[in-house]
């Protein structure tokens, strides 16, 4: 689960006289209609040039407030404006050091990915290791100074580990030359939150967080007891600040990253003494932390907001003045929570997380052959033996911590949406960001985790109905938030269906239909792969009940994966549909719906089209290869199976 990034780095912008203010550059960027020629770019790249120390601090100021313009992102990239800026890192003067890492960082965010692989293919990492480099593991920071009070070397040096942290993020390159210029013990020296602050010390651990996962080499060298110790010692905080919470969690993190990295997870003590900090992470409310009314009209986002609302008096509201800096500090700590919960529930998902990389390879042949074995191998693979390996890739002890630390109730706790009346737009979506964060978890948790220690079947239904009713009221354009809940959904219903719990019985067809519905409108192909199997488990059930009892109910379903096997645009549901059609078909009592429903006719009219689309994509396969094939050799066996006897 990747991490989001914050772009923290705001500053004043300087409009000395004669230089071109931020305000200009944008509407010169918009009259030169992203032409390369573009005149504010070739006067910003002359001046990073120039002998002027005000003119090249200027420049990156205007840079580092334009690249929140895709235009501007693209016209900048033309214009090599990273080989440009790049050296001046290594800039004798503070001041321009830490706006031209600024504006780096800022690209490196707004640009997103294939900006920061971009950026690392123009050899932005070579002046910043050597900028690290200088600095090395035993300086001090200067003296506060400023209206933040604040340290200059010591935000200079955050700005250059926030822009590591996301080239590493987006880049494997960028991750191999972090390991050969052994930064490691650069960046764990601002772990000392005591020595440096809590600012550098949260965007050092954000960066080891994302450095240490799966990486083999920096977690042997991790497993040193200096750093250890070290991340012990952080895990160990007692603190109500925001700022050591969330610096506590991702030191957990680091640590779990450690302990279970590379494929292996240890046992013991270690894991479940971790799960219980993750556990008192997620005891917190972030909306305690947050003014109880605050307005989040058109000025507080331009940061002119003064006022928050703090009760009534005979049917007039009152307010109370409260400073814009305060203000601001106050939802820092609502923000710094629900980042500190977001990781609690990577961590969580992580620990609970199967290895089925195995289960991918052994679909990666492209022969006929394999694919029959394969097709073969899945269908004796029952779904109770799929549990029961994934129960068992959780050790005793960590499951036990689960129940223990109540660690299931407390994910299921921010799967509920918040009301975020009054907060600011960024806070409102990091809310909705958590709620997402922990339906994922949760699908995790259920998938590996057995039914009594996710409080048994009866409380699963009751979750499965909360995951439903939240199903049909959240916005259907918000796809995070639908696979997310999907994923719980598919998770919570297979669950129970391998559980044996009767109750599934009682869904009705009026109960599909919002999940049809979803199924054939929703534009992202793993939310519609998600309603699929639920919808195909529930005909599982269904189907194994000797008298047949909801026919009607089996017939809708039916005809809806039909539906999805003919019409949908995408091979890879196509093939999860005619798979769930063979898992509910398959048995010789349902003929008589089979025929109903016209399954085998339809089928059989569909086998060209089928092979047609498979060799299509046979040359250049993607990850769903495996499902689509296997999907193709079952349909021609299903087709041919039916009609053989029909005829007998």
């Known amino acids: ?109 707004d640009g997103g990915e294939t900006v920061c692989q971009e950026m690392v293919k123009k050899d ?100 040193d007891p200096d750093v250890i110790q070290l991340l012990n010692s952080l895990v160990s905080l007692n603190s109500d600040s925001s700022d050591l919470v969330l610096l506590k969690t991702l030191a957990t993190g680091i640590l779990v990253n450690v302990r279970c990295g590379s494929g292996r997870c240890e046992g013991g003590s270690v894991i479940p003494s971790l799960l219980k900090a993750v556990a008192d992470v997620l005891t917190l409310d972030a909306l305690d932390a947050a003014p109880k009314s605050a307005s989040d ?68 042949s492209e022969s006929s052959s394999c694919e029959e074995e394969t097709a073969e191998e899945e269908e004796d693979m029952d779904q109770e033996t799929i549990d029961m390996f994934s129960s068992l890739c959780v050790s005793t002890e960590v499951q036990q911590a689960v129940k223990g630390f109540c660690v299931f109730e407390k994910v299921c706790s921010k799967c509920s949406p918040v009301d975020c009346c009054g907060l600011p737009s960024s806070v409102s979506k990091s809310f909705v960001n958590l709620q997402a964060h922990a339906l994922l978890c949760m699908n995790n948790m259920v998938n590996c985790m057995d039914v009594d220690l996710l409080g048994g079947a009866d409380r699963l239904h009751q979750v499965w109905s909360s995951l439903a009713s939240l199903l049909a009221n959240i916005d259907k354009t918000d796809e995070m938030l639908l696979e997310a809940t999907t994923s719980a959904l598919r998770a919570v219903i297979q669950k129970l269906s ?77 093939s999860e549909a005619l798979d769930s059609l063979f898992d509910v078909f398959g048995e010789d009592h349902l003929d008589s719906i089979d025929h109903d429903i016209c399954l085998t006719d339809r089928l059989s009219k569909f086998v060209p089209e089928m092979k047609s689309r498979v060799n299509l994509i046979k040359r250049k396969p993607d990850e769903h290869y495996p499902v689509i094939s296997t999907a193709k050799t079952n349909l021609i066996r299903f087709v041919k199976y039916k009609l053989s006897k029909k005829k007998s």
């Not at 979803?518 to 599982?540: K, Y």
Request: glycine share 6%; aromatic share 6%.
């Open 1 to 109: 689960m990747g991490k989001t990034r914050h772009k923290k780095f705001k500053i004043d912008r300087p409009k000395p006289t004669a230089l071109i203010s931020v305000k200009e550059a944008e509407n010169e960027l918009e009259q030169d209609n992203i032409s390369s020629n573009g005149g504010i770019v070739q006067s910003l790249i002359e001046k990073l040039n120039g002998p002027s120390e005000e003119e090249r601090e200027c420049s990156c100021t205007t840079i580092a407030n334009l690249v929140s313009q895709p235009s501007a992102v693209k016209l900048l990239l033309q214009n090599n404006i990273v080989k440009i800026l790049a050296p001046v890192i290594l800039d004798k003067n503070p001041e321009i050091q830490v706006k031209a890492l600024g504006a780096l960082r800022n690209l490196s965010v």
């Open 124 to 223: 932005v990492l070579t002046p910043l290791v050597a900028f690290l480099k200088q600095y090395g593991c035993n300086w001090m920071p200067d003296p506060p100074t400023g209206k933040k009070h604040k340290s200059l070397n010591s935000s200079i040096f955050t700005e250059a580990v926030h822009l590591l942290w996301n080239l590493c993020e987006s880049s494997e390159e960028a991750l191999d030359i972090f390991n050969r210029e052994n930064l490691f013990p650069i960046v764990c020296a601002g772990l000392q939150y005591s020595v440096y602050g809590a600012e550098l010390a949260i965007t050092a651990a954000n960066c080891l967080y994302t450095i240490t996962e799966d990486n083999a080499p920096i977690i042997k060298i991790c497993e």
């Open 297 to 364: 009209d058109s000025s507080s986002q331009n940061g002119d907001d003064d006022m928050v609302t703090e009760g009534e008096e005979e049917g007039k509201a009152h307010t109370v003045n409260i400073g814009q800096e305060e203000l601001e500090e106050t939802f820092r700590d609502v923000q710094n929570v629900l980042t500190a919960q977001q990781i609690a529930m990577e961590i969580v998902a992580n620990i609970c997380c199967t290895d089925d990389d195995g289960w991918e390879d052994m679909g990666n």
């Open 498 to 574: 391998s559980a044996g719990s009767q109750k599934l019985l009682e869904i009705s067809v009026s109960d599909l239909q919002f999940l049809f519905g979803i199924g054939r409108s929703c534009q992202l192909a793993d939310v519609r792969v998600n309603i699929v199997r639920i919808v195909a488990i529930v005909g599982v059930v269904f189907s194994k009940q000797a008298d047949l009892p909801n026919v009607d109910t089996l017939k809708n379903i039916g005809i809806f994966l039909l539906t999805i096997v003919c019409g949908d645009k995408d091979l890879w549901v196509v």
